[in-house]
């Protein structure tokens, strides 16, 4: 293996807000019961006509709204692409996993024709994960769906409107609007015996396209162990303006928006976190909400503490982006300090080299307080030096046909966006806090490509216990995803493309002593990625990915990935525009779930 270049730390550029001396570092308020829910019974359709793109949404700006007032979801703050540093693993790790069954899950057509049609078309989908009792759940943008954990479908494609018992995304027989869903996540917790659900919603005005600034997390909670039963919802407003009981956080223009909202959990507590934008320009901190997962599972009035990392700086002025709550494997939580639970982030977005040699662990103490009718929670960060990470570049893709650009005189399919270093899960496992995140890499000193960082880190002693790389020369890594059993066996799995792949579901295995094992393929790419998004008519920004899953049950690790299932001539596309029902009119993006045993 050839030895990757390092390159130089340059200056930070701080472009944060100056409204820090408003924050309050925390604060204590009370969510409750806002209805109740259940996944019904899946009706898709082939409505058409009307928009297919939400026009709320702008996917050609990464930090504010475009000239029209649409407003840009999973925003990005890196300025510069950067490439990392050290060697690129190729070892057989001792938690070397083991393929036992793999198949296709949720892909456009589902989001599209699910709820009769009455959807958008969206990119990307955004993928959770949960298993336990025996019960797989995929959600994705904006749908989600039910397996055993033999791969047999329990339910059909749900939309997420109906699910929160909302009003259709679109119908497509008044036009009207329904609140806008984005960033799902799910969690399974096998000590409250619960599944949890998370989605980001925004608020229309009327029944009009129009945003009103208010947004709000949801939360769903199910009643039993099985997904399949009655669910408990709570509403969170993340405005943070000041209103209905939010902090205010004065961001310019009025609102804050609760963006990218992710789920950690520990013995006590549950908890989500989001990076908080202005709703109309720039960035300001992220934010993290802690519960007790008990009073959630319980079904009545939950308190929770929010606490804002604009007022945790670090001596450049800068607070936390992505702060990923960490997953504690069942029976393995940190009970010191009264119940701690981990988080960690990554800095290279802010500076002006696109690149970093250091993460942040984030500790939070007295969790177990959580429980009390008095929270009280003590947050501090820490500095853990790494080999260096930088934003990457995007990721190219085998040729193939690719009819929608075809259509539209593109001399040939996007690149895909690989991401900018942010962190991508994290799971407390056999002491340990494993973590993997996106970097630029380079083999020859001159391209660089995109591959994956990886982090095993001992939260006590603040130290790195292994690192490392995983990457495939001439191709690229993007958007890992972690996860590691109680004995210390861990999985990565990613999406695999470059000019010898299509969008390929991959992972590799990770060990706390030996590191990353060789990459394997869990189902390999039929077609080229041919997204909307990725064409200049309609977003200057290609987009895939956003982040994939990576969940433990028992000795078995499941992943989740985005990859392209299916291919298609231009001629089969003008038939119906979904070639069969293999997509959707305006792109193909499909997921894989897998199945790793690690005994």
């Not at 793999?102 to 456009?108: K, S």
């Not at 959580?370 to 085998?398: C, E, H, W």
């Not at 231009?570 to 959707?584: H, I, K, P, S």
Request: with cysteine.
């Amino acid at each position: 293996m050839q030895k990757l270049t390092l390159p130089t730390l340059l200056c930070a550029a701080v472009i944060l807000f100056t409204f820090n001396a408003f924050a309050t570092a925390q604060s204590t308020a009370h969510i409750q019961p806002a209805g109740t829910t259940s996944i019904g019974n899946s009706k898709m359709g082939n409505a058409m006509g009307g928009v297919e793109i939400d026009p709320a949404f702008s996917s050609d700006s990464d930090s504010s709204s475009d000239a029209v007032g649409a407003v840009s979801i999973n925003r990005t703050i890196a300025k510069k692409h950067g490439v990392s540093g050290g060697l690129v693993n190729g070892a057989k790790a001792k938690s070397n996993p083991v393929l036992t069954q793999t198949f296709d899950a949720l892909n456009l057509y589902a989001q599209r024709y699910a709820n009769g049609g009455n959807q958008f078309t969206v990119e990307p989908p955004d993928q959770g994960l949960c298993v336990g009792n025996g019960f797989v759940m995929e959600t994705v943008n904006d749908v989600l769906r039910v397996f055993d954990t033999a791969g047999n479908a329990l339910t059909g494609p749900v939309d997420l409107n109906s699910f929160y018992g909302y009003p259709d995304a679109i119908n497509r027989s008044t036009g009207a609007y329904g609140p806008s869903i984005t960033d799902p996540s799910c969690y399974y917790d096998a000590q409250t015996q619960r599944f949890y659900h998370v989605v980001l919603t925004l608020d229309r005005v009327g029944t009009t396209s129009a945003l009103t600034g208010r947004n709000h997390l949801d939360i769903a909670v199910s009643n039993t162990s099985s997904p399949l039963g009655t669910w408990t919802i709570y509403k969170l407003d993340v405005t943070d303006d000041g209103a209905d009981g939010t902090p205010n956080h004065h961001c310019p223009g009025g609102p804050c928006l609760g963006d990218y909202p992710h789920i950690g959990a520990d013995g006590s507590g549950f908890y989500i976190t989001t990076n908080e934008f202005a709703f109309y320009d720039g960035y300001y901190a992220s934010q993290i909400y802690a519960f007790s997962k008990r009073a959630l599972a319980a079904g009545g009035t939950v308190n929770y503490v929010q606490l804002d990392t604009g007022t945790y700086l670090d001596a450049n002025g800068l607070p936390g982006f992505t702060v990923w709550p960490s997953v504690s494997v069942p029976g393995q939580y940190d009970t010191d300090n009264k119940g701690t639970e981990f988080f960690l982030s990554s800095d290279a977005v802010f500076y002006d080299s696109g690149f970093d040699n250091q993460i942040r662990q984030w500790t939070l103490t007295n969790t177990s307080s959580l429980d009390s009718a008095s929270p009280n929670l003590s947050l501090t960060f820490s500095f853990i030096p790494v080999n260096g990470y930088g934003v990457p570049p995007k990721s190219t893709q085998k040729a193939g046909n690719y009819p929608l650009g075809q259509a539209l005189g593109d001399p040939e399919p996007e690149q895909l966006d690989s991401n900018d270093s942010r962190m991508q899960q994290v799971y407390y496992a056999n002491g340990n806090l494993w973590a993997a995140l996106d970097t630029g890499v380079t083999y020859d000193g001159v391209n660089i490509l995109a591959g994956a960082a990886y982090f095993v880190v001992n939260p006590n002693s603040h130290k790195v216990v292994n690192q490392g790389y995983i990457a495939v020369p001439n191709n690229n890594v993007t958007y890992p995803a972690i996860a590691a059993t109680a004995s210390g066996r861990g999985a990565v799995a990613f999406t695999l493309t470059g000019p010898d792949f299509y969008p390929s579901a991959a992972y590799a295995g990770v060990g706390s002593l030996v590191g990353a094992g060789a990459v394997q393929l869990a189902a390999a790419g039929a077609g080229p990625w041919d997204g909307f998004t990725g064409y200049p008519q309609y977003s200057s920004r290609s987009r895939w990915g956003d982040y994939g899953a990576a969940v433990v049950d028992g000795s078995n690790i499941w992943i989740a990935s985005e990859y392209i299932g299916q291919t298609c001539t231009l001629a089969q596309w003008e038939v119906d525009f979904t070639c069969g029902g293999t997509r959707a009119q305006l792109g193909n993006w499909g997921t894989r779930i897998s199945q790793l045993n690690l005994k």
